[in-house]
């Protein structure tokens, strides 16, 4: 069944098409991924299928009665109701449902006033109408409360993040990110036939998102997402409708098989290009071999024909994305950051006093990648922004080391750009002594050339914006750079492009980020900061998980539960005891080791044992994985032998010239030898694919 169907819809703004022509269909429990570069369109897209936006023409055709639940990327919330009040009124017509009761029980006590006063007669019609009527409300009223229960929006608001005294909050006294939570918790309890979700992990932590993750995967619903979290997203779609240089196109499969069948039609359509290329050099060769010859004019004049006829290959245009590497920094000392006994602490009217920290013991050392993860208010970007300077702490010390400079790149950086200024203005307005050439060079990393760069602030994307707030960043870098939510706005491939940059950094860097691809990429340390300490860890994201999981600790819901190599933890400031021995434990281990001898020679043959049966298994295990592509290889190359050779005999034949004196059979070579060309492009290519794959297994088992 679908919910939803284009047909030939198109949209434009100015210049630029978002859309053309458009055909999609979203069935009915269909899981789609959004992708595209920033500013491609997707946003306008999910406008689209809201209502938001009309198309310039086509049609968008919906089913009847379709419930759809949007989360834009901007959002404004008002105060006056508090936090659970706002999601429970978010089930369309529980609020009318609401005045309709009190309206009925009040029009019926009115009437039964009048008839106990006497002030009119009994009517039993209308009070049976009454009474049905107010019946029926509370009918519908139970069945509200069955299936959109106040229960259920407490489990849905404390699995993103929000404590049980945020309950009764007013709205208006939640910051932009919490709002976004509060608004995504009241999509996720209405349940819509159709959910679109624009980039909705942006203001989430580590555990609300895996929570948030859970959820998607037992909904059975609908939905669009747009999210720049490769493996959330793998994890969560089925299809993916991509805005590519040549249009929208659709694809079958998560992220991953999307990437796959790109790189496939890529091969396969190269393959085409360069054997019509072939084919077309030799006819042309042909041509201008015998052209001047008049025993040759038919031949000649078949080949023009021909070559006529050969279609033009179109090759997938790359999609362009955000390449740029940091210039080498001035060497600073070994120690970047020192901070000892630190304390920062907040007063709010809502919340009185709100100790952070208490007292942190931290060091940063030169050329430190560290990944600062926790909960939502635990205190991340309140180190982060300490560190850069942009607030005070209370007590303690914190030094910037020698010859340090800082870089700081927060989230509120993209959305307080002067909004009047072009984008060339506000990033040369950073390093007034940086010359035109160098600005350009940097925008032109960041995909912003020629017209680009004269744009207004104010007409770009969430993303482009975000663009812009790097490169400003990259124009004067320093050597220590403090980020907090990079990869937020970003599209999925400029993510992974930062990722790539920063792990080339030659500094230091400390960062906030809930996107755990990014931090697997890029981080050598962890600070888990909860409670008003930071955990330190000296190693991956993954070996953090691998060692929290040994020690019990609940901090699966984080990761996709990939193991490490683990390393012993430490709290800020706190030093490690070393383990002892008691002399009880160390006479008995020597009056039983005899037996523990003998023990341990049979566990060494059984263990021989295990060890050449596991390794049979192993070697088993890799002949039937790689058997099938080896003989599948091996079958494609016989065949393209085979074809080359039938091809090479048709060349001979055709470039004989008898052969254009009889039609019939000049007419079956020719058909033959297209036929051919067109089969050897296709086992080719099928052949590239299927040696890529082996080589990959190959890899794979040697590692």
Known sequence: MSLVVFEKVSLGFGQKTIVNELDLRIGDGERIGLIGANGSGKSTL??????????????????????????????????????????????????????????????????????????????????????????????????????????????????LGFAPADQQRDLGELSGGWKMRAVLGSLLFQRPDLMLLDEPTNHLDMPSVAWFGDFLQRYRRSFLLICHDREFLDEQIDRV????????????????????????????????????GREREKAEQFIDRFRAQANKAKAVQSRVKAL????????????????????????????????????????????????????LDL???????????????????????????????????LEIGHK?????????????????????????????????????SILGAFLYSGDDVDKKIAVLSGGERARVALA????????????????????????????????????????????????????????????????????TLDEYLASARERGEALEAVADGKAGPTKQPQSAGAATPSPSQSPSSSSSSSSAAPAQADGGAKRDRAGERERKRKEAQDRAAR???????????????????????????????????????DAERRGVLLDDYQAAAAKLEELSGRWELASMELEEQLEELET
């Open 363 to 397: 060091s940063v050392s030169r050329g430190d990648k560290i990944g600062i993860i926790g909960i939502n208010g635990a205190g991340k970007t309140t180190l982060l922004r300490m560190i850069a300077g942009e607030i005070s702490h209370d007590a303690g010390e």
């Open 46 to 159: 999910l406008k689209l299928l809201s209502g938001d936006a009309k198309p310039d023409s086509g049609r968008i055709t919906c089913a009847r009665g379709l419930e759809i639940g949007w989360l834009p990327q901007d959002i404004a919330v008002e105060g006056g109701r508090s936090l659970l009040e706002f999601v429970l009124a978010s089930v369309p017509g529980r609020e009318l449902l609401g005045t309709r009761i009190e309206q009925t029980e009040a029009e019926l006590a009115a009437v039964q006033a009048e008839v106990e006063s006497d002030a009119r007669p009994i009517d039993d019609e209308e009070l049976m109408e009454l009474a049905t009527r107010l019946a029926e409300l509370h009918e519908r009223a139970t069945h509200f409360e069955m299936h959109y229960s106040e229960h259920e929006a407490l489990k849905i608001l404390s699995g």
């Open 241 to 276: 409708v991509t805005f590519e240089p040549e249009g929208v196109r659709q694809y079958r499969g998560n992220y991953q098989a999307y990437q796959r069948q790109r790189e496939e039609e890529e091969i396969i359509l190269e393959n085409k290009a360069r054997n019509l």
């Open 623 to 661: 002949n039937k994985r790689l058997k099938p592509l080896q003989r599948q290889v091996a079958d494609l190359e016989a065949r393209i032998v085979e074809l080359e050779q039938a091809q090479k005999q048709r060349s001979v034949e055709l470039a004989d010239p008898a052969v254009y004196e």
């Open 472 to 539: 400003k960043l990259l124009i004067k870098p320093g050597n220590l750079l403090l980020m907090d939510e990079p990869t937020n706005h970003l599209d999925l491939e400029s993510s992974e492009s930062l990722a790539e940059s920063l792990s080339t950094y030659d500094g230091t860097v400390l960062f906030v980020s809930h996107n755990r691809s990014f931090v697997r990429k890029l981080a050598t340390k962890i600070w888990n900061v909860h409670d008003g300490t930071v955990e330190i860890y000296p190693g």
């Open 404 to 440: 340090v400079t800082p870089g700081y790149y927060a989230q509120h950086h993209a959305e307080s750009l002067h909004r009047e200024l072009t984008v060339f203005e506000e990033v040369a307005q950073q390093d007034p002594h940086a010359g035109q050439t160098r600005v350009r």
């Open 308 to 359: 006529a006829k050969l279609d033009d290959v179109v090759v997938f245009e790359k999609r362009k994305v955000m390449r740029f590497t940091f210039p080498p920094c001035d060497r600073a000392g070994h120690e970047v950051v020192k901070i000892r006994g630190l304390k920062k602490a907040y007063s709010t009217p809502e919340r009185g006093d709100h100790v952070v920290f208490p007292g």
